[in-house]
């Protein structure tokens, strides 16, 4: 919609221009909206549009180099930041990594940005995520919950089939009954606090906590373009110059955080028209 582009075009312009940072969470959008004019404007195309229109939020990037990458006809915007020298062979490297961000959806730029709050709870995910599917615990760990959910309470039906598929242990859930596995998985949750303190359970849960790391982390992610399918993006950039720091990177996609609702729109334009 051409209408629609142009307000973006605007609210972009009006952002850059004023003093205000924005940030990931909508700071400063109603600012923005109140200082600029753009929240009269946002009512008037709104109701010439058709559809709700809402800023969201907006981001600014600055230094040595700043790179924008648009994917798919206008889904995924992309801004990455880095300071270094500004050369070509820099900014190919920015651009690419632009292109890494808009596929891969990185949350961080490195571990480093990670906060003990957001580790601890990963780390609470990963166990209860283990405890929820005793199947995929370490197996000196599982037979203990299944020797207690034979002797208490499988029939023996479960029985029988453990006995039968115990040689190929991945393939047992396939085959046991769901009360059979609903009870192993309370057992489980039960005996947690013992789990926890398992040492091989420690290990399980550090090596899932790390791969997270490595998948939401963008300087340890795998580089999308690696002839090896090994080389991290870190190692990528190391590889054009070793210099190059990046200092923000700001992905947005279409539709992202969108409240997905049911309510009487033209009450709501009307109400905003007469506000």
Do not use: C
Request: net charge negative; hydrophobic share 40%.
């Amino acid at each position: 919609n051409e209408i629609f582009q142009e307000f973006v075009q605007d609210v972009a312009e009006k952002a850059l221009a004023s003093s205000l940072k924005g940030g990931s969470n909508g700071e400063d959008v109603e600012e923005l909206l109140s200082s600029t004019g753009l929240k009269d404007e946002l009512v008037e195309k709104t109701a010439t549009i058709g559809e709700k229109l809402s800023v969201r939020r907006f981001e600014k990037a600055s230094g040595d180099l700043v790179v924008s990458y648009i994917h798919g006809a206008g889904r995924i915007g992309v801004l990455v930041a880095a300071n270094g020298e500004n050369n070509d062979a820099n900014k190919e490297a920015l651009n690419n990594i632009a292109m890494q961000i808009a596929a891969m959806n990185p949350q961080y730029i490195s571990q480093a940005d990670i906060s003990e709050d957001e580790k601890a709870k990963l780390e609470d995910i990963v166990k209860e995520s283990a405890l929820n599917d005793p199947f995929s615990l370490p197996k000196p760990i599982l037979m203990e919950l299944i020797e207690e959910a034979k002797e208490k309470h499988w029939n023996d039906e479960d029985k029988k089939i453990f006995e039968e598929k115990k040689s190929k242990m991945n393939f047992l859930p396939n085959f046991l009954s769901e009360e059979a596995k609903n009870a192993l998985s309370d057992i489980a949750v039960a005996a947690k606090e013992k789990i926890y303190s398992n040492k091989i359970f420690s290990g399980l849960v550090s090596g899932r906590v790390n791969k997270q790391y490595k998948e939401i982390s963008l300087m340890d992610q795998v580089y999308v373009k690696a002839e090896d399918g090994k080389q991290t993006v870190a190692k990528y950039l190391e590889s054009v110059d070793k210099n190059l720091q990046i200092t923000k990177m700001v992905r947005f996609e279409v539709g992202e955080g969108i409240e997905k609702k049911e309510e009487d729109f033209a009450a709501e334009v009307a109400a905003q028209m007469n506000s």
